[in-house]
């Protein structure tokens, strides 16, 4: 078990207790919070990430920085597809199935294609966690009026803390995943790819 894992083990534990101390009903409503975040971010990414390229030039800036970050990294990997990150594929294959099928076999070219694909990942992650962390301010009174629980309503509430709580890892996962080639060294990067949280990750967007 890796330090990543330890991490997806505190943000369980969060959610359990936020489940705990809140009841079934607001964890829920926070729940299916989450969810309505990733179908409007799967909806509305495509004309942000337009947006956003045409007002400040996002993409072709965040892949500029990124290069210069991570080339010299990817030519000293083993290999390309090893250094590029695993989940970030399998994610733009359900958003845009057309445009991931890219080549990664290396090549400043190839690797400046695949990171304009990543850049998109990432804004959309970006517009996923406005929309959810906005649902979750305006539903901050129901979870503060939430006293005189019954046992069952927090027993309940517990359980499907840990789901949240396991669901928000994911996101995480994702976010460490495409930050991990600027951020993290290359044996923390093998910890992580080689993690719990990574495997399971990938299992379910596969």
């Given amino acids: 078990m890796s330090w990543f894992d330890l991490g997806a083990l505190v943000i369980i534990f969060w959610g359990a207790v936020l489940g705990y101390l809140n009841g079934v009903k607001y964890i829920i409503l926070v729940f299916f919070s989450l969810l309505a975040s990733v179908f409007a971010a799967c909806y509305c990414y495509q004309p942000f990430v337009t947006f956003a390229q ?39 294959q359900l958003l845009r199935p057309a445009e991931i099928a890219v080549p990664v076999s290396g090549g400043s070219e190839q690797l400046f294609t695949f990171w304009a694909v990543v850049t998109e990942h990432f804004l959309a992650l970006l517009l996923f966690s406005f929309i959810f962390l906005l649902g979750a301010h305006l539903l901050l009174p129901y979870g503060r009026k939430s006293v005189n629980l019954s046992n069952n309503a927090r027993r309940c509430g517990l359980l499907f803390g840990m789901l949240f709580g396991l669901v928000l890892s994911f996101f995480a996962c994702q976010l460490i995943d495409l ?21 399971l990750t990938f299992f379910f967007l596969s």
């Avoid at 500029?64 to 970050?69: F, G, Q």
């Avoid at 060294?185 to 990574?198: C, H, I, K, M, T």
């Fill in 54 to 92: 045409a007002e400040w030039q996002v993409e072709t800036r965040f892949v500029s920085w990124y290069i210069k970050k991570t080339y010299h990294a990817a030519l000293n990997a083993r290999g390309v597809e090893q250094f590029l990150p695993n989940l970030t594929k399998p994610v733009l």
């Fill in 179 to 199: 930050l991990s080639p600027v951020f993290l060294p290359l044996d923390l990067q093998a910890d992580f790819r080689y993690s719990y949280l990574a495997r």
